[in-house]
């Protein structure tokens, strides 16, 4: 079965850096583009930022842009959020997506990010 699993939450200060981390199986990683959203409370999920199944192409929301930086190693069926100069606006559990044919969405169980002094 599909399977989502984040890691790499945690609490930071503002202006800190976190790298989380999606280990994915149960499907063929290289065919498939890879997403990262994120909800805080009170708020919609959002998408973060997409890489293209090859890694060719980007994109980040414009909230994150040129902070975030999302990454794939193929090899290692894992995707990646490298995240800097963090804000507390970034507080948010963050999940990991994979949409099959563009309809069938799978989800990890997220990973709390905590930006706070």
């Known amino acids: 079965e599909v399977q989502l699993v984040e890691s790499g939450g945690g609490m930071v200060q503002p202006g800190g850096s976190l790298r989380l981390s999606c280990a994915a199986s149960?499907?063929?990683?290289t065919n498939w583009h890879m997403r990262w959203y994120r909800q805080a409370p009170g708020k919609e999920r959002e998408?973060?930022?997409?890489?293209?199944?090859?890694?060719?192409?980007?994109h980040y929301a414009d909230s994150v842009k040129d902070r975030f930086t999302i990454a794939r190693d193929n090899a290692k069926n894992t995707v990646y959020l490298h995240m800097n100069k963090l804000k507390s606006e970034d507080t948010a559990v963050y999940y990991c997506?994979?949409?099959?044919?563009?309809?069938?969405?799978?989800w990890g169980q997220g990973t709390q990010v905590t930006v706070s002094s």
């Open positions: 997506n994979v949409r099959f044919w563009d309809r069938e969405d799978y």
């Open positions: 998408l973060v930022a997409a890489i293209a199944s090859d890694g060719g192409n980007t």
């Open positions: 149960g499907f063929t990683f």
